[in-house]
């Protein structure tokens, strides 16, 4: 068994998590957390996860020899790169802070706005004109930094890095965002450049098998669960 457990989803912030693992080389143990089921809320994982999200994660071999758990994917992030030796996050303190300020725009903007674009344009029972305006809006804005970023250099801090493997996963359901990745020359070829990687296709291929094809909007318990009062009893 390996040293590492991911609980992880087939989210964008779940394959933050596996990208980097597997861009590391490292094995680890995939525990299912079936986020449409309520499973984020079980007592155990609460434990590990209090904000009930995932990707959570214990290092059963920590550097000082006992087990760590963490949630926040960009803090597990962080974890793994320093614990890798500095693989994707460099120590010098100019590059390591050129990376963190692009994953903390990942953390603030991208998946936040995102996900509220994927919200009010695909999950909610009323559609609401001023929320997918809004949200469309600030994806295009969003998009519109990446691009004039990366018109200026190959990666977002310059080297591929974890801040580049949390934005990207973000990027995958674009139509779900109402844009169009095509119209950004300089984002296209960026994603396609870390689309065409080995290890992210491996982090992607994390629990395949559990994905929707069908793409279907969640109702009933499902709905409830994932948006709706579910979310909100006390634990």
Sequence with gaps: MADIDIYFWTTPNGYKVTILLEELGWDYNV????IGKGEQFNPEFLKISPN????AMVDHKAADGKPIALFESGAIMMYLAEKSGGR????????RYRIV???MFQMGGIGPMLGQAHHFRRYTKKQIPYAIERYTSEAKRLYRVLDKRLGEIDYLAGEYSIADMAVYPWLRP????????AAWPNLQ???SAVRERPAV???LAVLQDKVDRNRKKPSGEAWDVLFGSTQFKER
Aim: charged residues 25%; aromatic residues 18%; without cysteine.
């Design 101 to 103: 300020e692009w994953l």
């Design 52 to 55: 009930n999200k995932i990707p």
């Design 88 to 95: 994707f996050m460099p120590a010098d303190m100019r590059n």
């Design 189 to 191: 070829r960026w994603y």
């Design 174 to 181: 674009y139509k779900w965002q109402g844009q169009d990745i």
């Design 31 to 34: 525990i299912p957390v079936h």
């Design 201 to 203: 296709q491996k982090g």
